[in-house]
């Protein structure tokens, strides 16, 4: 049986021909190439040449440097030097995976919100209603580091992938994000919104917010897991 390896999120599929879609990220079956295990650790031996012994040649002189290119490298201007260290930054994100890393706060806080929220209305404590907007304010400082590693993860990881999987998982951080502005500021505006008659629109947009992290962090389990 032949293995072909996913060239958008690398998942590796082992049949005579490759599917006619990743069951993981969704692309095509002609992002399938061919998956070639590293060969073993058995290499031929080299045996010693016959004028091993003899004496070589004493070293060349390294050419002088050239000046010319160290000026013109140090000439860059500082709009050059500025894109050359954030695709570095971007690539030391994704390389230590900076993006599961950073989800981990809005994804964890995100359900205990949901919950003081619900447990405010029913009981009509204002302490877990402030709880859960002090969490709520947590995660929207987090939001913004949680979309730029996750934008920077989909170019450079994955390829920019048109595919459905992709577009599901930003459509529900984008619902994540937007549910999340629209609880702050209306606490804000209405301290006393779980007494007012919108209290159930404002709990039906804390459960869509959670909902929706659910989805995304679902999606990315399975781009990371490959499942």
């Known amino acids: 049986m032949k293995k072909w390896q ?38 031929p031996k080299v045996e010693p040449d016959a004028d091993a012994n003899k004496t070589e040649p004493p070293p060349k002189e390294p050419p002088a440097p050239n000046h010319s290119e160290t ?5 860059l201007g500082k709009s050059d030097r500025a894109v050359v260290y954030l695709k570095k930054a971007g690539d030391l994100m994704v390389k230590h995976h900076a993006h599961p890393m950073s989800v981990h706060l809005p994804n ?8 003081l929220i619900i447990l405010a209305w029913f ?10 907007f002090i969490n709520l304010v947590f995660v929207l400082i987090a939001l913004p580091l949680v979309g730029l590693t996750g934008v920077l993860e989909w170019k450079k990881k994955y390829n920019q992938a048109q595919t459905t999987v992709f577009k599901i998982k930003i459509c529900a951080a984008a619902v994540t994000a937007v549910c999340c502005i629209m609880s702050i ?3 804000l505006v209405n301290p006393e919104v779980l007494g007012s008659s919108g209290a159930w629109l404002f709990v039906m947009i804390n459960l869509l917010m959670l909902v929706a992290a659910g989805v995304a962090g679902h999606i990315g389990g399975k781009l990371v897991f490959k499942e």
């Open 6 to 43: 996913c060239s958008v999120c690398k998942y590796i599929h082992t049949g005579d021909e490759p599917p006619e879609k990743c069951p993981v990220c969704g692309v095509s079956g002609d992002k399938f190439v061919p998956f070639e295990e590293e060969a073993g650790t058995d290499t």
């Open 71 to 75: 000026s013109s490298a140090s000439g």
């Open 108 to 115: 964890g806080v995100i359900p205990v919100v949901a919950i």
């Open 123 to 132: 009981s009509g404590s204002d302490l877990m209603l402030k709880a859960g």
């Open 185 to 187: 500021i209306w606490y």
